[in-house]
């Protein structure tokens, strides 16, 4: 009678054959960032710092009150979306926002535009937990209209910040609208995910030109497809309904849209997304 091998002799010899047929596994659970709750301030952004301000505190007032981690404004919600402004008065209101994150112990995604070494950049400036300064993204894709006022960014496309790594965006870097710009679409989000970026915040000061909101929604969408990732929106609030609304998109669908008019500021969730290393 032949010896058989005993069962744990084969399974340890069949258990690394198996194992390297196998697709990798998907993360488990435990690897996956906890679920972000970010308040969006869809405010009016006018011409005057001053102006501002009490927008900005009002709405990190409500952050503080819904426990969020983090807080976005629109493209240039601080200074306001233009370049004459008091880079002085900026400066000294930033210091101040710095503060009221380390009061609230939240994240700011903020829009503002800012003068350094005698030129002019759209930015957004991501304040952490403590007050300190975690990035800065300078627009690249620029509008006609941007580029009579700002130099085109070259900041990275990718920071890290509380243990994520986020991509930010500022309006026509996403679009590329046909008529507003040259182009071509460097296609920055995908450039984002390929970075390793695991959510991508979209800071938004586009108007109310309603034939503009399927272009800009329908490519939101298509570019969070595209990212593997969500794109967080905030853009800034009108008296008529915006043509792009605040919210979070994830696969071709938003999962949370704000309402369209007026001023909004709500505390939403969004899900980091795991890359693989």
Same mark, same amino acid.
């Given at each position: 009678?032949?010896?058989?091998?005993?069962?744990?002799?084969?399974? /340890?010899?069949?258990?690394?054959?198996?194992?390297? @047929?196998?697709?990798?596994?998907?993360?488990?659970?435990?690897?996956?960032?906890? +679920?972000?709750?970010?308040?969006?301030?869809?405010?009016?952004?006018?011409?005057?710092?001053?102006?501002?301000?009490?927008?900005?505190?009002?709405?990190?007032?409500?952050?503080?009150?819904?426990?969020?981690? @983090?807080?976005?404004?629109?493209?240039?919600?601080?200074?306001?979306?233009?370049?004459?402004?008091?880079?002085?008065?900026?400066?000294?209101?930033?210091?101040?926002?710095?503060?009221?994150?380390?009061?609230?112990?939240?994240?700011?995604?903020?829009?503002?535009? @800012?003068?350094?070494?005698?030129?002019?950049?759209?930015?957004?400036?991501?304040?952490?937990?403590?007050?300190?300064?975690?990035?800065?993204?300078?627009?690249?894709?620029?509008?006609?209209?941007?580029?009579?006022?700002?130099?085109?960014?070259?900041?990275?496309?990718?920071?890290?910040?509380?243990?994520?790594?986020?991509?930010?965006?500022?309006?026509?870097?996403? @679009?590329?609208?046909?008529?507003?710009?040259?182009?071509?679409?460097?296609?920055?989000?995908?450039?984002?995910?390929?970075?390793?970026?695991?959510?991508?915040?979209?800071?938004?000061?586009?108007?109310?030109?309603?034939?503009?909101?399927?272009?800009?929604?329908?490519?939101?969408?298509?570019?969070?497809?595209?990212?593997?990732?969500?794109?967080?929106?905030?853009?800034?609030?009108?008296?008529?309904?915006?043509?792009? /609304?605040?919210? +979070?998109?994830?696969?071709?669908?938003?999962?949370?849209?704000?309402?369209?008019?007026?001023?909004?500021?709500?505390?939403?969730?969004?899900?980091?997304?795991?890359?693989?290393?």
């Amino acid at each position: 009678m032949k010896k058989l091998f005993p069962i744990t002799v084969v399974g /340890a010899i069949l258990a690394p054959l198996v194992a390297g @047929w196998l697709p990798a596994a998907e993360p488990a659970p435990a690897d996956r960032p906890a +679920v972000q709750r970010i308040t969006l301030a869809q405010i009016r952004v006018g011409r005057d710092v001053d102006d501002n301000l009490p927008r900005i505190r009002a709405a990190f007032a409500q952050a503080k009150k819904d426990k969020a981690g @983090w807080i976005m404004f629109p493209e240039g919600a601080l200074s306001g979306y233009h370049d004459n402004y008091d880079q002085v008065r900026v400066a000294a209101a930033l210091t101040e926002v710095m503060g009221l994150c380390r009061d609230a112990r939240l994240i700011a995604v903020l829009g503002t535009c @800012w003068q350094e070494n005698g030129q002019t950049t759209n930015e957004i400036q991501i304040i952490d937990a403590d007050g300190k300064l975690a990035g800065r993204y300078a627009k690249r894709c620029l509008t006609y209209g941007d580029a009579r006022h700002f130099k085109v960014g070259d900041t990275p496309l990718v920071h890290q910040v509380n243990g994520l790594k986020v991509g930010t965006l500022i309006c026509n870097d996403l @679009w590329v609208t046909p008529g507003f710009t040259d182009g071509p679409n460097p296609h920055l989000t995908l450039q984002q995910a390929r970075a390793g970026a695991q959510v991508i915040f979209h800071a938004v000061n586009s108007g109310s030109n309603a034939k503009y909101r399927e272009y800009h929604e329908s490519n939101l969408k298509v570019r969070s497809a595209e990212a593997k990732c969500p794109i967080v929106i905030v853009n800034a609030a009108a008296d008529e309904p915006v043509n792009c /609304a605040s919210g +979070v998109v994830v696969d071709f669908e938003y999962v949370k849209a704000l309402p369209t008019k007026g001023e909004v500021v709500e505390t939403v969730t969004f899900q980091p997304v795991v890359r693989q290393r």
